[in-house]
């Protein structure tokens, strides 16, 4: 609905609006005449390659950039043999850094062979002063750096490049602001990431995300819930309501009194939606009233990803998560007593300054309790003005190792036990691909987001089908598909 509006009727010759999202449609016609005059020029339409490299998060801005991109009439690239290469940064962990640095270099060799090519990155890592400088220095040949806070302007910021030849910067502190009404080009026709809420206001003492990302920002219901009956029109069945913690939602708007339960309850309401998913939960904030919530509402899935991070109370302390072992304990049993169906998944992390070997068992404690269906598993990273990379005691890397290999195999070992607890039922799976690995096969999802194979062909992609659960694999299930439609 947001790519009806007609670039060719924008006058860009007139001065450029001060409104927006005006203005960037006004920049966008004008990257859309470029793009006819390259086209004239070189017989083929420009294309563009955007990479997502960081979270659910960053993966929803990058349609977001795609979506602009094509609109302007650019033709999207498959790899980064292409006119504009833009890489959307993740910094949570160190390495996602070092991936960046390490494409740079080959984003040079491409640059050298291709004189039209512009090199452009944005998101999270160039929050990051130091990484901005390090790329200023030493990789002088990348065109265009912006933000977390101003992924709306890449028309105007991409034009400014095509008629400037230095590199262009533009990152901002922070925002008060989301333009919303742009383009996007969604990845998957039948599900999409929905973001109710920018930014964090937890400070967990490791983590960098509050400093790139922003103050917590949630966005008013009215604006999400009319969001997703347009995605529900446009055939929509999934949504993942996306925020840094959810379970916050609503408690820093002005304008209503909301709570994330109440916002689940509005959304199981939207005819044509099937299936709710959110990202992520924090453990401090999960209310009464959303377990309450997602119990009532038969379209929320049956999973739920609860970071757990440390199963040390101590060093949940020292990360600023505010619970305790026990209360995280109490609440899974809480969670499982209203929803015994749950699948529970989580992350930790391995190695936070201080660790001892009592508080990586407590970790593993809490992992043979819970019996989570899978885990997410970090080695602590050290982010540079976080809380956590002043404190003394860095745990040293062979220590850190070796626990983190314990802690995977006891994951893994629980994982491939719990997560076949539904082998020979029937259960409804949103197909999703055509399957690379096996031809005649296509892939889709449980309720409870584990994987399954099963005969099939393309038509089936977006459509909910039973199967039944014929073969147990450790981390997803071969099946069969039974008879019954799409229908309810
Ligand atoms: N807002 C989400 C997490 C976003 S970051 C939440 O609170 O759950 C995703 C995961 O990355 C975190 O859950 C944490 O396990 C991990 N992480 C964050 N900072 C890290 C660091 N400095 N080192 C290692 N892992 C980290
Ligand atoms: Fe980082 Fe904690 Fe915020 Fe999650 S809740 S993004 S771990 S500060
Ligand atoms: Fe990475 Fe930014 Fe997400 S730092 S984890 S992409 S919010």
């Given at each position: 609905?947001?790519?009806?509006?007609?670039?060719?009727?924008?006058?860009?010759?007139?001065?450029?609006?001060?409104?927006?999202?005006?203005?960037?449609?006004?920049?966008?016609?004008?990257?859309?005449?470029?793009?006819?005059?390259?086209?004239?020029?070189?017989?083929?339409?420009?294309?563009?390659?955007?990479?997502?490299?960081?979270?659910?998060?960053?993966?929803?801005?990058?349609?977001?950039?795609?979506?602009?991109?094509?609109?302007?009439?650019?033709?999207?690239?498959?790899?980064?043999?292409?006119?504009?290469?833009?890489?959307?940064?993740?910094?949570?962990?160190?390495?996602?850094?070092?991936?960046?640095?390490?494409?740079?270099?080959?984003?040079?060799?491409?640059?050298?062979?291709?004189?039209?090519?512009?090199?452009?990155?944005?998101?999270?890592?160039?929050?990051?002063?130091?990484?901005?400088?390090?790329?200023?220095?030493?990789?002088?040949?990348?065109?265009?750096?912006?933000?977390?806070?101003?992924?709306?302007?890449?028309?105007?910021?991409?034009?400014?490049?095509?008629?400037?030849?230095?590199?262009?910067?533009?990152?901002?502190?922070?925002?008060?602001?989301?333009?919303?009404?742009?383009?996007?080009?969604?990845k998957y026709f039948f599900k999409s990431g929905v973001n109710i809420m920018y930014g964090c206001d937890n400070f967990c003492s490791y983590c960098i995300v509050p400093y790139v990302r922003g103050r917590e920002r949630s966005r008013p219901s009215k604006e999400i819930l009319k969001e997703i009956r347009e995605l529900a029109k446009d055939g929509?069945?999934?949504?993942?309501?996306?925020?840094?913690?959810?379970?916050?939602?609503?408690?820093?708007?002005?304008?209503?009194?909301?709570?994330?339960?109440?916002?689940?309850?509005?959304?199981?309401?939207?005819?044509?939606?099937?299936?709710?998913?959110?990202?992520?939960?924090?453990?401090?904030d999960l209310s009464e009233d959303l377990i309450a919530a997602m119990r009532d509402c038969e379209k929320v899935c049956r999973h739920l990803h609860l970071p757990l991070q440390s199963g040390s109370s101590r060093i949940l302390k020292l990360m600023n998560r505010r619970y305790t072992k026990e209360q995280y304990l109490e609440l899974v049993e809480r969670i499982r007593q209203a929803m015994p169906d749950i699948s529970l998944t989580t992350d930790?992390?391995?190695?936070?300054?201080?660790?001892?070997?009592?508080?990586?068992?407590?970790?593993?404690?809490?992992?043979?309790?819970?019996?989570?269906?899978?885990?997410?598993?970090?080695?602590?990273?050290?982010?540079?003005?976080?809380?956590?990379?002043?404190?003394?005691e860095q745990v040293p890397q062979e220590l850190v190792k070796d626990r983190f290999d314990r802690l995977l195999k006891e994951v893994q070992r629980i994982s491939s036990q719990v997560c076949m607890r539904d082998a020979k039922t029937v259960q409804k799976v949103l197909v999703e691909d055509e399957n690379d690995h096996q031809k005649g096969y296509v892939s889709g999802r449980l309720s409870n987001n584990l994987l399954v194979h099963f005969p099939g062909d393309a038509s089936l992609i977006g459509q909910i089908v039973p199967v039944e659960l014929v073969e147990a694999k450790g981390f997803y299930y071969i099946g069969r598909q039974q008879s019954g439609s799409d229908a309810g």
């Open positions: 609905m947001y790519n009806e509006i007609d670039l060719d009727k924008i006058d860009i010759n007139s001065e450029p609006p001060e409104k927006e999202p005006d203005r960037q449609y006004y920049f966008m016609a004008k990257c859309r005449k470029w793009v006819k005059d390259f086209e004239q020029k070189n017989g083929r339409l420009p294309k563009a390659f955007v990479l997502n490299m960081g979270c659910q998060m960053n993966a929803r801005d990058s349609e977001k950039l795609k979506g602009i991109l094509l609109q302007m009439g650019m033709e999207a690239a498959e790899d980064e043999t292409a006119d504009l290469v833009l890489y959307n940064t993740c910094t949570v962990r160190d390495n996602a850094n070092q991936k960046v640095y390490g494409r740079l270099g080959y984003l040079q060799t491409l640059k050298k062979k291709n004189s039209h090519m512009k090199i452009a990155l944005c998101g999270c890592m160039m929050q990051e002063p130091e990484a901005v400088e390090r790329i200023r220095k030493t990789y002088g040949f990348v065109d265009l750096i912006f933000g977390t806070h101003n992924i709306f302007k890449l028309a105007e910021l991409f034009f400014q490049c095509l008629v400037d030849s230095a590199m262009v910067v533009d990152v901002w502190d922070s925002t008060d602001k989301s333009v919303e009404q742009l383009p996007t080009e969604r929509v069945k999934e949504v993942m309501l996306l925020g840094q913690n959810v379970n916050s939602y609503g408690k820093n708007l002005a304008q209503e009194q909301i709570c994330f339960g109440q916002l689940l309850r509005q959304v199981n309401e939207i005819e044509g939606i099937r299936r709710i998913r959110f990202m992520t939960s924090h453990p401090k930790i992390i391995v190695g936070f300054p201080g660790e001892t070997e009592e508080d990586f068992l407590e970790t593993l404690d809490v992992v043979r309790k819970v019996r989570f269906d899978s885990a997410f598993t970090f080695l602590y990273s050290k982010r540079t003005g976080t809380p956590a990379a002043s404190m003394e």
